[in-house]
């Protein structure tokens, strides 16, 4: 599966991005997917997760009750609206895809996309 994330950009404090992650290749309704997101200098980390039929839906504590996962499979897309951005959610956002359920339980992904940038001013 191929994966082109997009949506990022410059927002305030407090504002809303929806990113959006297109998938071609084999059949998307197949693969856990998830958004990650990496700060400068540090390993990527988990933000949220969703299953194939979009059920399993988990979140990191620091994003929870702030941003939203979701996917349209019909689509093709997986979709993660953040709310009440702040300056520490600053980060290149990655979706990435998985087969197994062990693997998504694991956070462990196979494929990834380009990534996004969101910025956060104060």
């Known amino acids: 599966v191929q994966l082109q994330a997009s949506g990022g950009g410059l927002v305030q404090a407090g504002g809303s991005l929806r990113l959006s992650c297109a998938a071609s290749?084999?059949?998307?309704?197949?693969?856990?997917m998830g958004w990650l997101r990496q700060f400068p200098g540090k390993e990527r980390e988990f933000v949220a997760g969703?299953?194939?039929?979009?059920?399993?839906?988990s979140y990191a504590d620091s994003v929870k009750g702030r941003f939203t996962i979701s996917r349209d499979n019909a689509k093709n897309t997986v979709y993660l609206q953040m709310n009440g951005l702040k300056p520490e959610d600053t980060a290149v956002y990655y979706c990435?895809?998985?087969?197994?359920?062990?693997?998504?339980?694991?956070?462990?992904?196979?494929?990834w996309g380009q990534g996004t940038l969101v910025t956060v001013s104060s």
């Open positions: 290749g084999r059949s998307f309704s197949s693969y856990f």
């Open positions: 969703i299953a194939r039929s979009g059920g399993m839906i």
């Open positions: 990435a895809a998985v087969l197994t359920l062990e693997d998504y339980v694991r956070q462990e992904y196979d494929y």
